[in-house]
């Protein structure tokens, strides 16, 4: 079974510009969570989606947005970057979801830099 | 405000003894406790979770002890490996609709020494 797959895996961008990250989750897994992980800051949880419905969602502003598809692919958005932004960006996925208490099975992450 | 504390950033152990890794948290709502483990350049990687109504938990070398009273959980490795030698992390989450939250540790290096 493939697992958890995310697009771009690096990416450069200049504060202002938007961005957008992708995840595949492992076939059969209806939810995708997304976290941010900076030295600082540590990993902080941004938002679940579960069957194309946000469930879910951590203390970011609304320039952090996301969406998934029928097919359980995901999209996180970033809007109006700015150089805090710059983080790795981690989803994961999962059968039953975060309410589940359960698996949670993480990719690989999109390096996001911004200038 | 830091609401799930790893007082820990650093713990060594000898191969074959035990790992205790220690983690606070200060909201009593929180419903359930997760623990991670990540290797550098990888995601991390789930271990062993513990509802808020449950005392431990046990799956293999790996047992979570949560005390409520307290407010603190710990997560022990028996015995040690060095592939256990990897960042911890501790989480919590509460539930709360689509207001949900999932708040991690800053984690634990532990390092097993062979």
């Known amino acids: 079974k493939a697992g958890v797959t995310q697009t771009p895996r690096y990416l450069i961008k200049t504060r202002g510009q938007q961005v957008t990250l992708s995840c595949s989750p492992i076939?059969?897994?209806?939810?995708v969570s997304w976290y941010q992980q900076t030295p600082g800051q540590g990993l902080q949880f941004l938002f679940e989606y579960f069957s194309e419905t946000q469930r879910n969602k951590g203390n970011f502003p609304g320039r952090f947005s996301g969406r998934q598809f029928s097919n359980s692919r995901s999209e996180m958005n970033v809007s109006t970057l700015e150089l805090g932004d710059s983080a790795l960006y981690l989803c994961?996925?999962?059968?039953?979801?975060?309410?589940?208490?359960?698996?949670?099975?993480f990719g690989p992450g999109t390096r996001l830099t911004v200038t | 405000d830091q609401q799930v504390k790893q007082n820990s950033p650093s713990l060594s152990v000898q191969e074959g003894r035990i790992s205790i890794l220690n983690c606070d948290y200060t909201n009593s709502m929180f419903d359930y406790f997760l623990w991670y483990k990540k290797y550098p350049a990888e995601g991390p990687t789930f271990l062993i979770s513990i509802s808020s109504i449950k005392d431990k938990n046990e799956d293999g070398r790996f047992t979570v002890f949560l005390n409520k009273s307290a407010k603190h959980l710990s997560l022990h490795i028996v015995p040690s490996q060095p592939g256990d030698s990897a960042v911890y992390f501790c989480?919590?989450?509460?539930?709360?609709?689509?207001?949900?939250?999932?708040?991690f540790g800053k984690g634990t290096k532990l390092s097993v020494k062979p």
């Open positions: 989480a919590a989450f509460r539930y709360g609709g689509s207001q949900g939250n999932l708040i």
């Open positions: 994961a996925s999962s059968l039953g979801g975060l309410a589940g208490g359960r698996e949670q099975y």
């Open positions: 076939s059969g897994h209806r939810s």
